[in-house]
């Protein structure tokens, strides 16, 4: 069946440092792919998406690229601050766009 | 405010007494799903709904009831909870069918049952 897989966490970084959190999937057919991320405390939240192969998504300086030809949606950031601490979860909908399909998650620290 | 509102947010309880979390979001939404988050596990889809009456399972729907007699409300329903039920569970929801890759979650409802 459809599955997602993140690199496992936690992640240190130092702040200004480059983010990036891997992410590889496994779907029949042509998926679109998401990121979503969870604040401490709160729900998760839509950070960007890609729908088609090639796209890449962007939002709050974060970016993920679909690469079809590698099964690919890594998330990155140039330069990561202190609030970016989160957990990341990448997921997949495909098929009858019944459901999410999510990663485990990525936890992210960024230490000042 | 455009939200989806889980009650209650925290909650212990005991093996097999009743217990309902419910879920209203504010935005005419079509599409409502439940999730629980288990370490290491993410999130999994315990049962969705498409529109008011209809409803169907997810990945992980032994233990759980739903309902969807209003758009706006989805209730989870453990008719009897079981230790391996303690969780923290998400309700979500998107505006069709068509963009539920899309979801607006809850704050989420922590359960702990003894």
């Known amino acids: 069946g459809d599955s997602v897989t993140q690199m496992e966490g936690p992640v240190t970084l130092s702040e200004e440092a480059f983010l990036t959190i891997n992410c590889t999937y496994t779907?029949?057919?042509?998926?679109?792919l998401f990121w979503y991320v969870q604040y401490p405390g709160e729900g998760l939240q839509l950070l960007l998406k890609?729908?088609?192969?090639?796209d890449k998504g962007s939002n709050k300086g974060f970016e993920a690229t679909y690469r079809k030809e590698t099964t690919s949606f890594h998330l990155e950031k140039g330069s990561v601050q202190v609030s970016d601490s989160a957990v990341y979860f990448c997921?997949?909908?495909?098929?009858?766009?019944?459901?999410?399909?999510f990663g485990a998650g990525t936890r992210l620290a960024v230490h000042p | 405010e455009a939200q989806v509102t889980q009650n209650p947010r925290y909650l212990i309880t005991v093996t097999g007494k009743k217990l309902t979390v419910t879920c209203s979001q504010n935005?005419?939404?079509?599409?409502m799903s439940w999730y629980r988050q288990d370490p290491g596990l993410g999130l999994r889809q315990i049962y969705y709904?498409?529109?008011?009456?209809?409803?169907d399972k997810g990945d992980v729907p032994e233990g759980y009831k739903v309902s969807r007699k209003e758009k706006r409300n989805f209730p989870l329903i453990l008719e009897s909870p079981s230790p391996n039920q303690t969780s923290l569970y998400f309700c979500?929801?998107?505006?069709?069918?068509?963009?539920?890759?899309?979801?607006?979650f809850g704050e989420g409802s922590r359960l702990t049952v003894l």
């Open positions: 890609a729908t088609k192969a090639d």
């Open positions: 709904s498409m529109n008011v009456e209809v409803t």
């Open positions: 779907a029949t057919g042509y998926p679109s």
């Open positions: 979500a929801s998107a505006s069709s069918v068509r963009n539920t890759g899309e979801l607006f």
């Open positions: 997921a997949l909908a495909s098929g009858g766009y019944n459901k999410l399909i």
């Open positions: 935005m005419n939404h079509e599409y």
